[in-house]
């Protein structure tokens, strides 16, 4: 069965840091493509970062470059988020999911991934 769980999240401060962790298991790590979005109160799932572990390439919405990094364990099947300088716009539950996917990583939307984590919260107070 396909699983994938996220962790990490948790209640920070503006400007400070937090690393997401999403473990898989159930499917081949490497022919498939993980994606972190997040959902704000009142507002739709958007996508934050994405990697593709079949050539490493990855994805970042604008707003998250230079602050957030995606990087994968492939040992371990975990795909990392580590989000510095966070800010109240960062705020919202952060999901990990995942599709079969080879080549460049590109902005998938939501529909195209297949399965999909519990979420984590992820609060930024200023």
């Known amino acids: 069965e396909v699983q994938l769980a996220e962790s990490g999240g948790g209640l920070v401060q503006a400007g400070g840091s937090l690393r997401l962790s999403c473990v898989a298991s159930?499917?081949?790590?490497?022919?498939?493509?993980i994606g972190w979005f997040r959902q704000a109160a009142g507002k739709e799932r958007e996508g934050v970062s994405s990697?593709?572990?079949?050539?490493?390439?990855?994805y970042y919405k604008d707003s998250v470059k230079g602050r957030f990094t995606i990087s994968s364990d492939h040992a371990k099947a975990t795909v990392f988020l580590q989000m510095n300088n966070l800010k109240p716009e960062d705020t919202g539950v952060y999901y990990c999911?995942?599709?079969?996917?080879?080549?460049?990583?590109?902005?998938?939307?939501?529909?195209?991934?297949?399965?999909w984590g519990q979420g984590t919260q992820v609060t930024v107070s200023s």
């Open positions: 999911a995942a599709v079969y996917y080879i080549g460049r990583m590109l902005d998938l939307p939501p529909r195209e991934y297949e399965h």
């Open positions: 159930g499917f081949t790590f490497d022919d498939y493509a």
């Open positions: 990697i593709s572990n079949n050539d490493g390439s990855t």
